[in-house]
């Protein structure tokens, strides 16, 4: 029969240990992983980000990356496993990239006269939607650029 259930979570992580405390003084342990809703709450979140930021820029595609994350046992918050576009949110928000965004690394453009739409907002300094709505309401002009094969490439 138990007398006492303890349960301690590992700052906002992933991690929990209970301790179970029985009658006659017989005590186990055992380490738990709970759901969690940001990436931020994961114990190796700053793990990740290295992670990503180096394939990135050994020049993987996003789809790659998800793999080598999924094959190394990462697993992101309410997921089973990291995907394409996962990446793709995680290198926009934390700055991993530099230059052209991952997903837009093989669509061809007029050097200094185009940008992607994440490109376009960051210069005009409002939010992607911002930029996103302009294009469709024809206050910003622009073309559906046709991408090749590095959204779904490998890397070395």
């Known amino acids: 029969m138990l007398e006492q259930v303890a349960v301690r979570v590992d700052g906002s992580s ?19 992983v709970r759901p ?12 990740v980000l290295a992670t990503i930021r180096d394939l990135r820029g050994q020049g993987c595609s996003a789809a790659a990356i998800a793999d080598r994350l999924n094959a190394a046992g990462w697993r992101p918050p309410e997921r089973e496993g990291f995907d394409a576009s996962m990446v793709q949110r995680l290198v926009f928000r934390y700055g991993l990239g530099s230059g052209r965004p991952i997903w837009s690394g093989s669509a061809a453009r007029e050097p200094g006269t185009e940008w992607t739409l994440h490109e376009a ?15 469709q309401d024809g206050r ?17």
Do not use: I, P
């Not at 931020?40 to 793990?47: D, K, P, S, T, Y």
């Not at 005009?124 to 294009?135: D, E, N, P, Q």
């Not at 910003?140 to 070395?156: D, K, Y």
């Open 14 to 32: 992933e991690h929990v240990e209970v301790a179970c405390d029985r009658a006659g003084g017989a005590r186990t342990r055992h380490a738990l």
């Open 140 to 156: 910003l002009r622009g073309r559906m650029a046709a991408l090749g094969t590095s959204a779904s490439g490998s890397c070395g």
């Open 121 to 135: 907002a960051k210069r005009l300094g409002v939010h992607r939607h911002t930029a996103y709505r302009w294009l």
């Open 36 to 47: 969690v809703r940001r990436f931020e709450q994961l114990r190796g979140c700053e793990q």
